[in-house]
C-alpha cells in the first residue's frame, strides 16, 4: 500500500501511466491489442504483480463497458442468446482471478511478461478465421460453457489478447460475421474484465487512483481514435505498436528471470 501511495505521490509516474493507457485506447481502436500496453507499463512503475493485475482489471473494464454498450446499442449482441456464455465467463474469469492471487510475487514477475510476449506474437502473425453471412445464426448453448469457462478464466488470471482470442473463437464455433464475432468478444471481455475486478476489489489488490486515472484516458483515448479515418493505417500501426509490446515483453522478462536491472 505505501508503494502505491509513493507512486501516486509521483506526478510525473502517474502522468507517465495516464498517457499509456490514452495510448493503449487510441491504439486498440483503429489496431486492436492495446490492452497489451498496460500491464508492462504497470509492471515497469514498480507496483507489485497482484496490485498490476487488479488495477489493470480496473482500467479494462472502463474501455471493455464503453465497447460493450456500443455493440448492444446497435443491436449487434443479444444478451439473452448468450445468457450461458455469460454465466460461465463471469464464473470463469472469478476462479481465475482468485487463483492469480494465490499464485507466488515471483511466479507472476516471471509469467506476465511471457504471456504477453506471447499474445503480442500471437496478434502479429495470426490470421483471423472467415466470418459468415447468417440470417438466422444458430447459437449452441452448449459450446458457450467451455469457451466462457475457459476464457474468463485465462482473463482473470492474465487478460491480455483475451478479446482477440472471444473473436478468434466465436468465429470458428459460431456461424457469424466479424461485426457480430467483434460484438461477443467485447460484451464477454466486459463480464470477465468485471467478474475478475470484484475479485481483485474484495481482496484490496486494486490501486484506485491510478486504475481510475487511466480507465478515464483509456476510454478517452479509444474515443479519439475510433474518429481518426486514416486510409491503410492499420496495416503499418499494428505490427510496429505490436513489436514494441513484444519489446517490454522481453525487457521485463529479461529484468525478472536474470535479475538484470
Not at 486504475?211 to 491503410?232: D, F, H, S
Request: proline fraction near 5%; include cysteine; charged fraction near 10%.
Amino acid at each position: 500500500m505505501s508503494l502505491t501511495l509513493n507512486l501516486v505521490a509521483e506526478p510525473q509516474v502517474l502522468l507517465i501511466l495516464v498517457a499509456v493507457a490514452f495510448i493503449a485506447g487510441f491504439i486498440d481502436a483503429i489496431a486492436g491489442g492495446g490492452g497489451l500496453l498496460t500491464i508492462p507499463a504497470l509492471l515497469m512503475s514498480g507496483l507489485p504483480p497482484h496490485l498490476v493485475l487488479g488495477t489493470n482489471k480496473l482500467c479494462a473494464t472502463f474501455g471493455s463497458a464503453t465497447a460493450s454498450f456500443a455493440f448492444y446499442r446497435k443491436g449487434l449482441f443479444n444478451p439473452k442468446q448468450w445468457r450461458n456464455g455469460l454465466i460461465a465467463t463471469a464464473i470463469g474469469a472469478a476462479l481465475g482471478a482468485i487463483l492469480a492471487q494465490q499464485l507466488p510475487s515471483e511466479w507472476l514477475n516471471q509469467m506476465l511478461p511471457v504471456v504477453v510476449f506471447a499474445c503480442a506474437a500471437y496478434l502479429l502473425f495470426g490470421r483471423t478465421p472467415e466470418s459468415h453471412e447468417t440470417v438466422n445464426p444458430v447459437i449452441k448453448a452448449t459450446r458457450q460453457w467451455p469457451q466462457g469457462l475457459t476464457l474468463g478464466f485465462y482473463d482473470g488470471v492474465a487478460g491480455p489478447g483475451t478479446g482477440a482470442f472471444w473473436t478468434v473463437s466465436t468465429l470458428l464455433l459460431y456461424p457469424l460475421d466479424l461485426l457480430r464475432a467483434s460484438g461477443v468478444a467485447r460484451s464477454m471481455n466486459f463480464v470477465s474484465n468485471a467478474a475478475a475486478l470484484s475479485m481483485f476489489i474484495v481482496s484490496g489488490n486494486v490501486a484506485w487512483t491510478i486504475g481510475l486515472g487511466m480507465g478515464a484516458a483509456l476510454m478517452l483515448g479509444a474515443t479519439v481514435g475510433a474518429r481518426v479515418a486514416i486510409g491503410g493505417g492499420n496495416r503499418f500501426i499494428r505490427p510496429v505498436f505490436i513489436l514494441v509490446v513484444m519489446a517490454l515483453a522481453a525487457r521485463l522478462a529479461w529484468q525478472h528471470w536474470f535479475n538484470v536491472a
